[in-house]
């Protein structure tokens, strides 16, 4: 089966801070550009865990089954602006994964739409 790549609708600062509010994370690096700008960003970014979360939904985009998921594990490669497009690219799946080889492991990665990786992605589905 072959697995598109699946784009994200541009990260939005109201996204960013629906997300704060959802978490209850205000640290002002997400949510004042003023802040963001003296700690030597150009902008707000985005909470890692909101871009996590935009890299599970990936699974669900391709047809897997979120339930089934038993392990999810990702690694930040770089940071999330407003106004960054997301993009999930499939990389494989490992069959027979898993300490019983009873599992699919799936590997894929978020990246912009300028190129820059912003995080791989990893889980194990039963």
């Known amino acids: ?35 963001a700008k003296a700690a030597g960003l150009p902008a707000v970014i985005a909470h890692g865990m909101l871009v996590m979360g935009l890299a599970a939904s ?10 089934k998921v038993k392990f999810f594990e990702t690694k930040f490669k770089d ?3 407003p106004g960054d497009k997301l993009i999930a690219e499939f990389i494989k799946i490992q069959e027979d994964a898993g300490p019983n080889k009873d599992a699919r492991q799936v590997f894929w990665r978020l990246v912009k739409s300028t190129g820059e990786e912003v995080l ?6 039963k």
């Open 120 to 125: 791989t992605a990893e889980a194990l589905l």
């Open 1 to 35: 089966m072959k697995y598109e790549s699946t784009e994200f609708s541009p990260v939005e600062r109201s996204q960013i801070s629906n997300y704060a509010s959802a978490s209850g994370d205000f640290n002002r690096i997400h949510l004042d550009e003023d802040f």
């Open 58 to 67: 990936a699974l669900e985009r391709w047809g897997f089954n979120r339930q």
């Open 79 to 81: 940071k999330v602006f």
